[in-house]
């Protein structure tokens, strides 16, 4: 090869390397980077909910509150875990929610009895459910002003509430959704809802 024809061999074999480098330096990184919340799912109406507030953003946790009208979305997605830890998850989840109606606090004060019995029309029904090839564990109860679980008196009920857990194997992600509707809201609404929850899936 003469000398001229070696140096733009060599010009070209920089060029291309060093064009090559911050390409793929840029497929990796994109690759590493998690999709975070609904854009995980193939959510369907779900997507219509806007984004309210982000409680925890991290490399194997997100946590946030979405909004459409009056309704709220809650969604937790669990990052990088296996299945056997999605599956100690979703036991603990259940768990804690049967937890919270075994004895609540009585919210009077001043009455004798410092803890009531639930009664069974407050606590939530439980079931797991095959949809379209994925396990949902599911919630219907309902839930507080506060977004919160275990009231049992209706002064202290605001909402309709349904949660759906979801584990996706091949994105090692568990999905954490519930819905809060308000209780003046009809109940169809509440059941669309639940519907539109049932058909998300995981992205391919």
């Keep these: 090869m003469k000398k001229a024809n070696r140096f733009v ?3 070209f074999v920089v060029f291309t390397v060093g064009g090559l480098v911050p390409v793929i330096l840029m497929v990796i ?9 609904l854009n995980c799912l193939q959510a369907g109406k ?29 969604i937790e997605t669990w990052s990088s875990i296996e299945s056997h830890e999605a599956e100690q998850i979703i036991n ?3 768990l804690q929610m049967h937890t919270l109606y075994e004895k ?44 919160g679980f275990g009231a049992c008196t209706d002064d202290l009920l605001a909402y ?4 759906a857990l979801l584990y996706c194997e091949k994105q090692k992600q568990l999905f954490k959704l519930e819905i809060f509707s308000p209780l003046n809201n009809s109940s169809d609404q509440f059941v669309s809802y639940q519907e539109d929850i049932r058909r998300i899936s995981c992205r391919q």
């Design 92 to 94: 603990a989840q259940i």
């Design 29 to 37: 990184f994109v690759s590493t980077q998690r999709c975070k919340g």
């Design 160 to 163: 309709r509430a349904f949660v």
């Design 104 to 147: 609540a606090m009585n919210p009077y004060p001043g009455v004798i009895t410092q803890s009531i019995v639930c009664d069974t029309k407050y606590q939530p029904e439980y079931a797991v459910e095959q949809v379209n090839g994925k396990q949902l564990h599911i919630f219907t109860g309902y839930a507080s002003q506060r977004l």
């Design 46 to 74: 779900l997507s219509g909910f806007q984004l309210e507030d982000v409680y925890q953003n991290t490399r194997r946790m997100y946590y946030a509150l979405l909004k459409q009208d009056d309704t709220l979305l809650r």
């Design 9 to 11: 061999f060599a010009k």
